[in-house]
């Protein structure tokens, strides 16, 4: 029986061929990007999964409650050492605290080999390989890290370091400065991991780094780097954690600070997906994956069941012959199954394929190594199988009841009509389901799209076109000075500043503030800035009172943003000129107030900001070019720095391509909402052409008729175009209300965003009616066109 059933579906899918292509081609479209979406939702969801222990293991994390609540996924250094050797809850804690942009070089006599690893380094404590499982490919685990000037690196590091060489006992040089010796090598870091890194340097060594890091006075300070991971034991309860948490804060705090401070443990299996404490991904967006891929299967369902209805009609006969020949509606609604279910079993493989072909454009949007892994990964095959029986039975289902509830007199007799097949009813339902889905892809492709149009066009309060960013060591400051000098001097520099970093960025410095001599500091922090003098000119930092500070190498003066003149109530900026502040326990008068500034992205609000100078700090050069000749201006800047820097590797980058990272997940989003908006109308088109070739078959005596008693082509074509408006416009009435919920959720994480004005759902219904005509269009002027004579003899 089933043999018989398989060859009668391909017998039918053969005489078909347009029918099934068009079915095939649109579920294979749907099938496809619901596996990307898998796949790439798996790939995530499997962050840090391969730890043994990943159910004990948590970060401790740190918040400040000062009138608003601020977290941080890392902690003050001194609390490593306090949670190991004064609670209990914990079997092992470890901190970690790396640094990025690390210079890494190879001491040869013959020739030293430099590599700047962006990556970085972590300093270390060597129980953070007893709570995380990254494995040895070689070395002892009991030694590794405990000593000072050893290290340990991947499997990957050592071959590029030390090519086939054995890397174990080999000497690196970190920035100019500290040799290290390997003592292990790690198996390669797994891609699914949020500690990525690849080099471990002893923790000892913290000291030569950042002393004041290293020691266990620096409650006061949080550097984003150090991270806090503990072990729990298998007795302890997070909440008994948070709890002994807290007695840290009692002893090692007072007055107002031991209500601000707290501390918290986090889930090791939430780390990644939580922004507000450095997480990269954000499940809302991978929920809002998850129902687009399913939006596109339906709506591929949706367009099967209105090809497959449209051509009920055309098996009367042979449904009435199977059924005076003795079938059962259970044979032939099982029949009608099978013929799905060998169309989808093409689209499925179909899909596939467009799955593998698409692959290596998501692996570059999101930068990861994303593999269909079809034999070595049960969960692709189990969703390729419950997918497949999903889409035969949501597709297969309707149009196998109708026809196997034909009557086979009226079907052989050719008296079946809409009303036998349901008439337009369900499938005007299919239509708006699948152009209400449509029309909210296109709205929110719109609203984000708009979102990142305001956000790279606003005025940010500061130039960052024709900005260049070098990363500089900010250890060597008489070089620094040469180096800035003879930079000023290269026709196209108009101008150089040495910074900590530019008025925007993603590293950032805060501590608190105290006006005058007001009896406390005050309830909010201060983004401190440390540059020279020529920063205000640089990045087009404007003043509104006072003056710029002299040049100096030491703090001896102030300059503030607006923002911070607000928070502090004194009345008009031109008023702080000359009141003293006390910031990182230097007092100093305020001699300036700039104009604010985006420090942060549009996520965030503006805040308080200082500027001061401090030589010591200046970790950037920032240079604004002439973008008119700036190749050969770039080429003459690096010739300067491999002068004077020579044991540095040269990297620049443009500040408007800093300031596009802080948008980077939600330009990924874009893309993908537009390529899946662009296939849910295409095949949202494909159903509706089967819509139209249904009515243009069931009509073609009426138009016929019409043509004769002397119907112009635009009444004919009005006739379809009535029907498919009114479809749309509810199918607009339905998207409008749910698109602008979701998009108001979405722009929500933005303080600073745009406004959901009607244009845009004007755009969105516009842009639908044109796809809409040109795919009803097609179809209705062919059978406009058609000969009355031999529409009228059509039976």
Known sequence: MLKNYFKIAWRNLKRHKSYAAINIVGLSLGIACSILIFVLVNHHLSFDNFHSKKDRVYRVTTEWHDGEIGRSGAVPSPVGKAVRTELTFSEKAARVIDYRGTLVSIPDEKNTKKFQEEDGVV???????????????????????????????TEKMSKKYFGSTDGMGKVFRINNSINFTVTGILKDIPTNTDRPHEIYLSYENLKDH???????????????????????????????????????????????????????????????????LGGYADRKYLWALFFIGAFLVITACVNFINLATAQALNRAKEIGIRKVLGSLKGQLFWQFITETALITIFAVLLAYLFAEIGLPFLNDLFETQIRLQLFSDWRLPVFLLATSVVVVFLSGSYPGLILARFQPVEALKSRLSQKHIGGFSLRRVLVITQFAISQMLIIGTIVVASQMHYSKTSDLGFVKDGIV??????????????????????????????????????????????????????????????????????????????????????????????????????????ELIGKSATISGITAPIVGVIKDFYNYSFHSEISAVVVFPGLDNY????????????????????????????????????????????????????????????????????????????????????????????????????????????????????????????????????????????????????????????????????ASLANPVTSLRTE
């Open 123 to 153: 300093y270390a404590e060597p129980e953070f390989f007893d709570i995380l499982d990254f494995p040895l490919a070689k070395g002892n685990k009991k030694d590794i890290l405990r000593s000072p000037n050893t290290a340990i690196i």
């Open 210 to 276: 950042n002393r004041w890091l290293a020691g266990d006075s620096s409650w006061g300070g949080v550097y984003s780097g150090c991270q806090l991971f503990v072990l729990l034991k298998p007795s302890a309860t997070v909440a008994q954690a948070n709890t002994a948490l807290q007695t840290l804060v009692k002893k090692n705090y007072s007055g107002r600070d031991l209500n601000i401070w707290k501390f918290k443990l986090q889930p090791l299996s939430d780390i990644h997906f939580n922004p507000e």
């Open 469 to 574: 960013t070098i990363p500089v060591p900010s250890q060597d400051k008489s070089k620094l000075n040469t180096f800035t000098t003879r930079l000023a001097s290269i026709p196209g520099v108009q101008s150089t500043t040495l910074c900590f970093q530019p008025p925007a960025s993603n590293s950032n410095n805060t501590t608190d503030i105290k006006f005058e001599n007001r009896a406390e500091s005050e309830r909010w922090n201060v983004n401190t800035k440390t540059a020279d003098e020529h920063y205000l000119e640089t990045f087009g930092l404007k003043l509104v009172a006072g003056r710029n500070f002299f040049p100096s190498d030491t703090i001896r003066e102030w300059v503030v943003n607006e923002t911070f003149a607000k928070k502090l109530k004194v009345g008009s900026p031109a």
């Open 619 to 782: 970790g950037t050069c920032a240079l604004r070019v002439n973008m008119n000749n700036s190749k050969a201006t770039m080429a003459s800047v690096e010739k300067v720095w491999n002068e004077t820097f020579t044991d540095y590797i040269y990297s620049q980058q443009f500040l408007d391509e800093r300031v596009a990272e802080f948008y980077e997940l939600d330009n990924i989003m874009l893309s993908l909402i537009k390529f899946f908006a662009c296939i849910a109308i295409f095949i949202g088109c494909l159903g509706l052409y089967g819509l139209v070739s249904f009515m243009a078959v069931r009509k073609t005596k009426e138009i016929g008729v019409r043509k004769v008693l002397g119907a112009r082509m635009q009444s004919i074509l009005w006739m379809f175009g009535k029907e498919f408006s009114t479809l749309l416009i509810i199918a607009f009435a339905i998207a409008a209300p749910l698109a602008w919920w979701a998009m108001h959720k979405y722009l929500q994480d933005y303080t600073y965003k745009i406004n959901i004005g009607i244009w845009i759902f004007l755009a969105s219904i516009g842009c639908t009616f044109l796809i809409a005509l040109l795919t009803v269009g097609y179809r209705s002027v062919r």
